[in-house]
């Protein structure tokens, strides 16, 4: 059973055995979009710059910008004063509070940013779209041969969202380690099934690995799929669903 997503400004109480994702939409009027941008750092607007197509500089800013505000509301800071550092391979981490984890992912409008206390965490999503072949040419470049097999046993109908179901859940995976592409795609294998759980089913070289962590898949929105790796078991999980108007609020920018 997929989780149901809640509307919400603020976020429920947040302990270890808790996990909160948020579904941000990033196609934001104007408005919203300029309040969003002063709250970045110079670099993140400088980063936000170099998109090349303007949608792609919105995107970037609106997920930043709303990544703050909530961020900001477990640290009961203002937005402006959220701190990242970053680890070898590029994974952020917040300065401030070094028992909080998070993950920020977007794909076509649509973010997802997944908030824990002391369990590390990987979130993905992606938009359901035509691929070639449905996907079976980037699965035998970068899927394990077990999910390339259980991809070409499924009926064409499924594949490609087959596809997206392994492709999100092994993104999710490769997040929650931190590690960058420098964890191969193919040393670990996941279920692909749309109508099966997500699972991690096995991990290479390290067999063990695979029990240290938990999958879930999302549905976030209709045309998208996504999923979430969670370092241990027995955690709860909270969707919640951002409301944009709250950030144009005279108290939504402090805690």
Not at 122 to 127: F, K, L, S, T
Not at 203 to 213: C, N, Y
Request: charged share 25%; with cysteine; proline share 7%.
């Amino acid at each position: 059973m997929h989780p149901q997503w809640q509307p919400a400004t603020h976020p429920p109480p947040l302990t270890i055995d808790d996990v909160h994702v948020w579904r941000i939409e990033l196609q934001v009027g104007d408005l919203l979009l300029a309040h969003l941008r002063v709250l970045l750092t110079d670099d993140e607007r400088q980063r936000a710059d170099r998109f090349y197509f303007e949608k792609d500089r919105r995107h970037f800013t609106a997920a930043r910008g709303v990544m703050r505000i909530l961020l900001a509301r477990y640290l009961a800071c203002r937005p402006e004063e959220v701190r990242f550092i970053y680890n070898n391979y590029g994974k952020p981490q917040l300065a401030e509070e070094s028992n909080f984890r998070f993950n920020l992912t977007h794909s076509h409008g649509l973010a997802l940013l997944a908030v824990t206390r002391g369990r590390e965490i990987g979130v993905d999503v992606e938009q359901l779209r035509d691929m070639e072949g449905d996907g079976e040419p980037l699965a035998q470049r970068f899927f394990s041969p077990r999910e390339v097999a259980l991809l070409r046993s499924l009926p064409p109908q499924l594949r490609r969202e087959a596809f997206f179901h392994c492709w999100t859940r092994k993104e999710a995976y490769i997040k929650a380690q931190g590690k960058g592409l420098s964890l191969p795609l193919d040393q670990f294998d996941v279920s692909i099934h749309p109508d099966e759980p997500a699972v991690l089913l096995a991990t290479q070289p390290d067999p063990h690995e695979a029990q240290r962590w938990s999958l879930q898949g999302l549905l976030p929105r209709e045309g998208y799929v996504g999923a979430l790796a969670v370092e241990g078991h027995s955690w709860r999980l909270w969707c919640g669903d951002w409301v944009a108007e709250a950030a144009l609020q005279g108290s939504a920018d402090t805690p």
